[in-house]
Nanobody, 125 residues
Framework: QVPLVESGGGLVQAGGSLRLSCAASERTFSIYGTGWFRQAPGKEREFVAAISWSGGSTSYADFVKGRFAISRDNAKNTVSLQMNSLKFEDTAVYYC??????????????????WGMGTQVTVSS
């Protein structure tokens, strides 16, 4: 098990910023690829960003490129998602996920074994 806990969500005006964090209690978290996904009401969960276990490779959904940045601090067992220039359509529950393997990046929900409970991000227009 790699319990994951997200934090940093909240209410922000359009154009504002938030920084989400994903913390894991297991040290093995630092050797697994990690991703962020989001799910808006009535929609399927979708890929947002991913980072390799070393932090050397990243991937982003087209709709967040240039606005969001994923990073990790393996010494602290944390992965962060810096979200800038937020838009109303970014409103969703954001989930952190761990691949549970050192395999490469994945943009698929079935590519991840462990999931957090999510944190709500609400962007007012």
């Amino acid at each position: 098990q790699v319990p994951l806990v997200e934090s940093g969500g909240g209410l922000v005006q359009a154009g504002g910023s938030l920084r989400l964090s994903c913390a894991a209690s297991e040290r093995t978290f630092s050797i697994y690829g990690t991703g962020w996904f989001r799910q808006a009401p009535g929609k399927e969960r979708e890929f947002v960003a991913a980072i390799s276990w070393s932090g050397g490779s990243t991937s982003y959904a087209d709709f967040v490129k240039g606005r969001f940045a994923i990073s990790r601090d393996n010494a602290k067992n944390t992965v962060s998602l810096q979200m800038n220039s937020l838009k109303f359509e970014d409103t969703a529950v954001y989930y952190c996920a761990s691949r549970g393997t050192r395999a490469g990046l994945s943009i698929r929900t079935d590519g991840y074994e462990y999931w957090g409970m999510g944190t709500q991000v609400t962007v007012s227009s």
